[in-house]
């Protein structure tokens, strides 16, 4: 998935106490954004990239820290630290420095109850509720079904710092709540009251879900494990969050881990992707990432094996007329969380396109899988040859055109169907949704068309199952009408029912940051799936008609626990986590309409 954005990666801002370059006068921020930024960040419907309107709601700290150490450190360096600081107040209007901090204190537990009945208590461990991936929540360890939802409440807000967003669904586990963020910040807290426990700060933007699993050696300990925007993977007591180990999964210079690291028995198996398709200078070699699936020993962080969809080291294939170097293939990132099949001892990975060589990579833009134990690659499947995106146009190693961008951001999904037979249900950006055989490598068993598809477009954070249908949330960002949630049959793959786009939005009026793309992961409990929007709506669909049952406007300010201001906006990337009879709603997201809360909600 495509992030061209100011996104926040640190907490801290160390350009600041850089030395910088002596100038006759102060910058002017203006010139600055223009001359080397306004090309991206101009509010085009086709960019990622956000628009002036939404990086003022951000603070001056987190563009600067965005320009040292985040998606745009490549950029950075051609500004100096005046400079840099002077297009982050410009952008944001705000002077560095001059926001006042929140006490630390507010909002800690005075006596932070223990991890308890981890292994009995109900739980959501990392991206899904299940290894399988479905996002589907059965009523014994949601605590609720559709008929529920009307009684729920507000019950405890957390503000981000930094005017960050979280960037993945909160983990719950032995009633704690642990939630990684924007900027680094990594928070346990009592998922009861919302109270914090204890905060770790990770070297780079948390971007994935947090698992909680057992300490090896350490009989009745436990450690929560989870990967950065820098290429680190951390165990940190989940407990205390004192930090355990800390490994560079990946020292390429653009590494980036955006998709949730998958806990198994005594391995965690972190996905990779980069920075290099979009964040890179117009100097910069390119290309050279390889996505991977690395799996680390969970005692020590160790690697145990790395596999690669592009078998193929990437070579040097010519020179730019700047004597800039061209490389490939490269490519292939994994941008989300890997799904375990225990009964096949596979593991299932969703791929992105080949960012250069002449034609795509063939475990590019497809499912693979990989041996459990060795890391071998068993089967891969294609869904979209010949998508090259990433290198520029006229250089060596780049085909005739771009794209057409048709990554898999959405995890693979393993439904049962009546009989005992297994289905793979995996949604692309082409707004194509496949249902794939696990017992012939991955061919292709059926396929329902959702929406337009392309860069913006078609399937992207996650799709769920229930058991009886595929359910596929559209995005269609750069579409006439973006939005809308198809339910098809799991064996079949026939339609359902489609609820078409929202028409009633409750941003106000339609425009770029506020439409009803259904771009968020979505999550199923017995007789709804809640989807998000871009219009900060968190709705509940019936799971027979797909008729709206219960609507959550998150678009307002809020009290929070910590002290910390916040409001709420878009709902894009996480899906709401139901479990224990309370659901956690992530609000906001710098890529649309921007907001910095978590809202748990309960039911009276």
Not at 147 to 157: E, I, S, V
Not at 384 to 394: K, L, T
């Amino acid at each position: 998935m495509r992030v061209r954005s100011l996104s926040v990666l640190a907490v801290a801002v160390v350009a600041l106490a850089l030395p910088t370059v002596v100038r006759a006068q102060t910058p002017d921020g203006a010139t600055v954004f223009r001359g080397n930024c306004a090309t991206c960040h101009d509010g085009a419907a086709a960019s990622r990239a956000p628009a002036p309107e939404q990086l003022r709601a951000r603070s001056p700290e987190s563009i600067i820290a965005a320009l040292t150490g985040g998606a745009m450190r490549y950029q950075g360096l051609s500004l100096s630290g005046a400079e840099r600081r002077a297009v982050a107040e410009y952008l944001t209007g705000k002077t560095v420095g001059a926001e006042s901090t929140v006490d630390p204190s507010t909002g800690r537990c005075a006596d932070p109850l223990p991890l308890r009945n981890v292994a009995s208590a109900p739980a959501w461990n990392g991206w899904s509720a299940d290894l399988a991936n479905t996002h589907f929540v059965p009523a014994k360890t949601a605590g609720m079904t559709a008929a529920d939802l009307p009684k729920l409440t507000l019950k405890w807000a957390l503000g981000l710092p930094e005017a960050t967003s979280a960037w993945a669904q909160p983990t719950i586990v032995g009633g704690r709540l642990f939630v990684g963020t924007q900027n680094g910040t990594v928070y346990s807290l009592d998922a009861r009251s919302g109270c914090v426990a204890w905060i770790y700060t990770a070297r780079g933007g948390v971007r994935g879900s947090i698992n909680v699993g057992p300490r090896p050696g350490t009989p009745g300990a436990f450690n929560a494990y989870f990967s950065d925007q820098k290429g680190y993977a951390y165990a940190v007591d989940a407990s205390s969050g004192a930090e355990v180990w800390r490994v560079q999964v990946d020292p390429h210079p653009l590494i980036r881990l955006t998709g949730s690291p998958t806990l198994y028995q005594d391995r965690l198996y972190v996905p990779t992707s980069s920075y290099e398709e979009v964040g890179k200078s117009t100097t910069y070699n390119c290309c050279t990432f390889r996505g991977a699936v690395v799996a680390l020993d969970v005692r020590d962080g160790k690697a145990i094996w790395r596999a690669y969809p592009i078998p193929e080291e990437p070579a040097l294939m010519g020179t730019r007329p700047d004597g800039g170097e061209s490389w490939g293939p490269s490519g292939g990132a994994i941008w989300s969380a890997p799904t375990i099949d225990a009964k096949r001892r596979l593991i299932y990975v969703g791929v992105g396109n080949t960012y250069s060589g002449k034609a795509s990579q063939p475990g590019t833009d497809a499912i693979v899988a990989f041996d459990l134990k060795t890391g071998a690659m068993t089967w891969s499947q294609q869904l979209a040859p010949g998508d090259v995106y990433g290198c520029r146009n006229g250089e060596p190693n780049c085909g005739t055109q771009q794209g057409p961008d048709y990554d898999f951001g959405a995890s693979p999904a393993i439904a049962n169907l009546p009989g005992g037979k297994q289905v793979i249900v995996v949604g692309q950006k082409s707004g194509v949704g496949f249902g794939l055989d696990p017992d012939n490598g991955g061919k292709v068993l059926w396929q329902y068309r959702a929406g337009q598809g392309g860069s913006l477009g078609g399937i992207e954070w996650g799709v769920a199952t229930d058991g009886e249908h595929a359910y596929f949330p559209v995005a269609d960002q750069n579409r006439p009408s973006p939005g809308g949630l198809h339910a098809v049959s799991l064996a079949t793959g026939e339609r359902a029912w489609f609820a078409a786009p929202v028409d009633a939005l409750l941003c106000g009026a339609k425009g770029r940051l506020c439409n009803a793309a259904q771009s968020a992961a979505i999550t199923v409990i017995p007789g709804a799936v809640l989807s998000g929007a871009f219009d900060g709506g968190l709705r509940a669909y019936s799971t027979k008609d797909g008729s709206v049952l219960w609507q959550l406007d998150t678009n307002r300010e809020y009290l929070t626990v910590n002290g910390v201001r916040t409001r709420g906006g878009s709902l894009n990337g996480p899906a709401p986590v139901v479990v224990g009879g309370m659901m956690y709603v992530n609000s906001g997201d710098y890529r649309a309409r921007p907001g910095n809360v978590l809202l748990a909600f309960g039911v009276d």
